[in-house]
């Protein structure tokens, strides 16, 4: 064996004793048109179900427990420090979203966790998601927001021209939980987020 197929194993060995899929295994993903722009710093759970034409960034992880279930659909890209892990209950996320510019968490790890995430969203610059929550289609989470047994209403994706059609947003920085929000609704907040700042997005964004 060369150095290089030596270090390879070494390398492998340690991903499958924590659950997470060897080097060729990471690589073969890009034969359903995934695309692994580093595969030595992505870590992908062997459990994890991947769709196609998905983007992984350097440093993306992916962790699935035996308990727990993992599902990424389609289209997603997944920038640097985008880390969801599935640890005592489901995440299932759609097609079409972006995640982790600025870095992003989803972590279901509570017993009566489980995260579902539609298609066409943004959850960047520092997200996290945990408990039981819902963030709709067309949904966004802006800034970082620690997001707990929360519901986005699902919209419009955030390109739509009316601001009022769009998935519910929440945007600044600090804490919302137990927050339902309906499509075209918004809370900037800093701290806790209040359901009392609810506002339309048409407040912060007039329509054409």
Same mark, same amino acid.
């Given at each position: 064996?060369?150095?290089?197929?030596? *270090?390879?194993?070494?390398?492998?060995?340690?991903?499958?004793?924590?659950?997470?899929? @060897?080097?060729?295994?990471?690589?073969?993903?890009?034969?359903?048109?995934?695309?692994?722009?580093? @595969?030595?710093? %992505?870590?992908? =759970?062997?459990?994890? #179900?991947?769709?196609?034409?998905?983007?992984?960034?350097?440093? %993306?992880?992916?962790?699935?427990? $035996?308990?727990?279930?993992?599902? *990424?659909?389609?289209?997603?890209?997944?920038?640097?420090?985008?880390?969801? !892990?599935?640890? /005592?209950? =489901?995440?299932?996320?759609?097609? &079409?979203?972006?995640?982790? #510019?600025?870095?992003? /968490?989803?972590?279901?790890?509570?017993?009566?966790?489980?995260? =579902?995430?539609?298609?066409?969203?943004?959850?960047?610059?520092? !997200?996290?998601? +945990? &408990?039981?929550?819902? *963030?709709?289609?067309?949904?966004? %989470?802006?800034?970082?927001?620690?997001?707990?047994?929360?519901?986005?209403?699902?919209?419009?994706?955030?390109?739509? @021209?009316? @601001?009022?059609?769009?998935?519910? %947003?929440?945007?600044? !920085?600090? /804490?919302?939980? &137990?927050? /339902?929000?309906?499509? &075209? +609704?918004?809370? =900037?907040?800093?701290?806790?987020?209040?359901?009392?700042?609810?506002? $339309?997005?048409?407040?912060?964004?007039?329509? $054409?």
């Amino acid at each position: 064996m060369t150095l290089e197929a030596a *270090l390879i194993a070494r390398i492998d060995d340690a991903r499958r004793a924590l659950g997470f899929l @060897p080097l060729a295994d990471t690589m073969a993903l890009a034969d359903r048109g995934n695309l692994i722009l580093d @595969p030595f710093s %992505v870590l992908i =759970a062997c459990r994890a #179900e991947i769709g196609r034409d998905n983007v992984f960034h350097p440093g %993306v992880t992916l962790s699935c427990e $035996p308990e727990a279930a993992l599902v *990424l659909a389609d289209g997603n890209i997944l920038r640097s420090g985008t880390l969801i !892990a599935a640890e /005592t209950g =489901a995440i299932r996320i759609g097609s &079409g979203n972006r995640f982790g #510019e600025g870095g992003f /968490t989803a972590r279901a790890n509570r017993p009566d966790a489980a995260i =579902a995430i539609g298609d066409g969203g943004r959850y960047l610059s520092g !997200a996290t998601i +945990q &408990g039981r929550s819902t *963030l709709g289609s067309g949904s966004q %989470v802006l800034g970082a927001i620690t997001v707990d047994d929360c519901s986005l209403g699902a919209g419009a994706p955030f390109s739509d @021209p009316d @601001p009022d059609a769009r998935g519910a %947003v929440l945007k600044g !920085a600090g /804490t919302a939980r &137990g927050l /339902t929000l309906d499509a &075209g +609704q918004v809370i =900037a907040g800093s701290g806790v987020f209040r359901i009392e700042d609810l506002k $339309p997005q048409s407040f912060f964004h007039p329509k $054409p």
